[in-house]
């Protein structure tokens, strides 16, 4: 199918994969008046109960499709899966919203770019950091030059461990997140990194990691990644020649920390507090869900409309190369220089 040039008729969507992710797919897709809500696949059920009419709810992918006419599916299961599941749906001639990160390895983001530009189908990647309200509004202030110059963009993402993770580790799962993040707001690719890593659980896979590096435009970045931490923190940071921008995207908040212009005479002030230290603002922002922003960015896509601002396949395959470079230089102890890779 083509993209709708018309919006006199609803999309038809489907999501793959009734997880931590996909259930939310299905409870925005099944209540958004622009969708037809066409079903859901999962082998192992509808174990969270997000599918109102038990007769949605398929066992394979080859069913939803015998079942109907598809428009597009959110592809939500295991980042492993998303090459033979893109593949599929490419060949049905169905556009696919591709939960993040795009595919497990760069070799499969490519083959799957690949299988979507042969069918001609659209496709896009679900990075919903880029629609919380604090981001957003943190991304407009910079580029408006509200910091002036940008020295460093500083990400923390901790937690404790998901149970729901087998087939990747944090700097796959969580850590392309923030390695998406430092791109888009830096307005630039990532030039080199250097990273280090911990095994503290017992899998196969890294459960921390802290990755420095700095972009095409010359702007510092540091990443703090883990899963062993005992309290939930998600922030972003933004440093310039004016001031500091910090995001908290639990509570999508934004505050603005300027630089003084006013001098202190009492030393003791002056040394604890720092002579450039200025007004704090924290903003009022409009909060909508970024789960179905990010859906309606997607549908405004197949329903072509211009600068949607969805989050393309190449932007995909940049972070999984970046979060490869990552795991790299935590392997050899090396920076990696991205423009070897």
Not at 191 to 214: F, I, K, S
Request: proline share 3%; with cysteine; hydrophobic share 45%.
């Amino acid at each position: 199918m083509t993209a709708s040039s018309s919006n006199s008729r609803t999309l038809r969507g489907a999501v793959l994969g009734l997880g931590m992710m996909g259930r939310h797919h299905a409870r925005l897709l099944q209540a958004m008046p622009r969708v037809t809500f066409a079903g859901a696949v999962d082998p192992g059920g509808d174990a969270h109960g997000a599918i109102r009419d038990p007769s949605l709810l398929f066992a394979s992918l080859e069913d939803l499709l015998a079942a109907g006419g598809l428009d597009f599916a959110v592809v939500a299961v295991p980042t492993d899966e998303h090459l033979p599941a893109v593949r599929a749906l490419a060949d049905a001639g169905v556009h696919a919203l591709i939960e993040k990160p795009l595919a497990g390895t760069a070799q499969d983001a490519r083959e799957l770019i690949a299988c979507v530009e042969r069918a001609g189908t659209l496709a896009a990647v679900g990075h919903v950091e880029r629609c919380n309200p604090a981001l957003l509004d943190l991304r407009r202030r910079v580029q408006a030059g509200d910091l002036g110059e940008v020295f460093l963009i500083a990400t923390e993402r901790v937690g404790p461990f998901p149970a729901r993770i087998r087939d990747v580790g944090v700097v796959k799962d969580l850590g392309t997140h923030d390695l998406d993040l430092v791109r888009w707001i830096g307005g630039s690719s990532v030039r080199r990194v250097a990273a280090e890593t911990q095994h503290r659980m017992g899998r196969e896979h890294e459960d921390l990691v802290l990755a420095t590096g700095r972009l095409v435009s010359d702007v510092a970045f540091n990443c703090v990644v883990d899963w062993l931490s005992p309290t939930k923190v998600r922030r972003t940071r933004v440093l310039g020649e004016t001031g500091m921008l910090v995001a908290d995207t639990l509570t999508a908040d934004l505050t603005l920390y300027r630089n003084g212009d006013v001098t202190s005479s009492w030393d003791a002030t002056r040394t604890l507090r720092g002579v450039s230290e200025g007004d704090m603002t924290r903003f009022a922002l409009a909060r909508r869900e970024p789960l179905l922003v990010e859906l309606e960015a997607f549908c405004d896509l197949l329903e072509g409309t211009e600068g949607t601002g969805v989050v393309t396949l190449q932007e995909g395959l940049e972070t999984v190369i970046a979060a490869e470079a990552v795991l790299q230089a935590a392997a050899t102890g090396h920076t990696v220089d991205m423009v070897t890779v």
